[in-house]
């Protein structure tokens, strides 16, 4: 069995549905963005923060995938945002076809921002286009500033790199230049922001730079249609 020839068939087949999914995307002039990051960066603390943070400014949507149970997606029910869980049921990510499915139950035409929280995992999800239009890898200052090397598919593919935890700077071996320097060094091109979600601190850069990428995307939807 040739198992890189079936591994090109499977992503070929995932980058198919993604480009559909992008098209639909811009079409209904919704900014989409896949949230990545390993277990316990924050990034759900993050999400519910985002949320309560813009208010009634952006309409904001969630897909929330997880290995199993539904804990997460009713911590963002909670906050009044639509939301749809997908259960991978021991799958490491998710797959462009699974975003599909679960858009049957949102009303785009209701969103303007739709957030993709992945599966936590820093390997697997890197290499699955979901019809996003940026990656956002997030990583807390308790995991190590080494993370951009030691997967550096991840840095490479994300457009923005969120460091969380950063009120527990004081208190952890981590160095935010370093870390930096590592991923700035596979991806050049990477935007950062430094967030402290828990006690909700750091956030404007973060929900400024989702109001710029909904209005581009708004921008991109009026061109189309002229």
Same mark, same amino acid.
């Given at each position: 069995?040739?198992?890189?020839?079936? &591994?090109?068939?499977? @992503?070929?087949?995932?980058d198919d549905?993604?480009?559909?999914?992008?098209?639909?995307?811009?079409?209904? =002039?919704?900014f989409?963005?896949? $949230?990545?990051?390993?277990? =316990?960066?924050?990034?759900?603390? !993050? !999400?519910?923060?985002?949320?309560?943070?813009?208010? #009634?400014?952006?309409?904001?949507?969630? /897909?929330?995938?997880?290995?199993?149970?539904?804990?997460?997606?009713?911590?963002?029910?909670?906050?009044?945002?639509?939301?749809?869980?997908?259960?991978?049921? #021991?799958? +490491?990510? @998710? &797959?462009?076809?699974?975003?599909?499915?679960?858009?049957?139950? $949102?009303? !785009?035409?209701? +969103?303007?921002?739709?957030?993709?929280?992945? /599966?936590?995992?820093? /390997? +697997?999800?890197?290499?699955?286009? @979901? #019809?996003?239009?940026?990656?956002?890898?997030?990583?807390?200052?308790?995991?190590?500033?080494?993370?951009? $090397?030691?997967?550096?598919?991840?840095?490479?593919?994300?457009?923005?790199?969120?460091?969380?935890?950063?009120?527990?700077?004081?208190?952890?071996?981590?160095?935010? &230049?370093?870390?930096?320097?590592?991923?700035?060094?596979?991806?050049?091109?990477?935007?950062?922001? &430094?967030?402290?979600?828990?006690?909700g601190? =750091?956030?404007d850069?973060?929900?400024?730079?989702?109001?710029? #990428?909904?209005?581009?995307?708004?921008?991109?939807?009026?061109?189309?249609?002229?």
């Amino acid at each position: 069995m040739d198992i890189v020839h079936v &591994e090109r068939k499977i @992503l070929q087949k995932n980058d198919d549905i993604a480009a559909g999914l992008r098209k639909r995307f811009t079409d209904s =002039g919704v900014f989409v963005v896949n $949230l990545l990051s390993s277990p =316990g960066s924050g990034k759900t603390t !993050l !999400l519910e923060r985002t949320i309560a943070s813009v208010g #009634g400014r952006l309409r904001m949507a969630v /897909v929330e995938g997880d290995v199993q149970t539904d804990r997460d997606a009713r911590r963002i029910a909670s906050t009044g945002a639509p939301v749809v869980q997908i259960i991978t049921n #021991g799958a +490491c990510h @998710l &797959e462009a076809r699974l975003v599909d499915d679960a858009l049957e139950s $949102l009303d !785009l035409d209701s +969103c303007d921002v739709l957030v993709i929280e992945n /599966v936590g995992n820093l /390997v +697997c999800p890197a290499s699955f286009d @979901l #019809g996003e239009h940026h990656k956002v890898v997030v990583v807390s200052t308790t995991e190590g500033e080494d993370k951009p $090397l030691k997967y550096p598919k991840m840095f490479h593919v994300a457009d923005v790199c969120i460091i969380n935890k950063m009120d527990l700077l004081p208190h952890v071996d981590f160095s935010v &230049e370093r870390f930096r320097k590592y991923a700035t060094e596979i991806n050049p091109g990477l935007t950062f922001f &430094e967030t402290a979600a828990q006690p909700g601190n =750091g956030l404007d850069g973060w929900l400024a730079w989702l109001r710029s #990428g909904h209005q581009r995307c708004v921008q991109a939807t009026a061109a189309r249609a002229r």
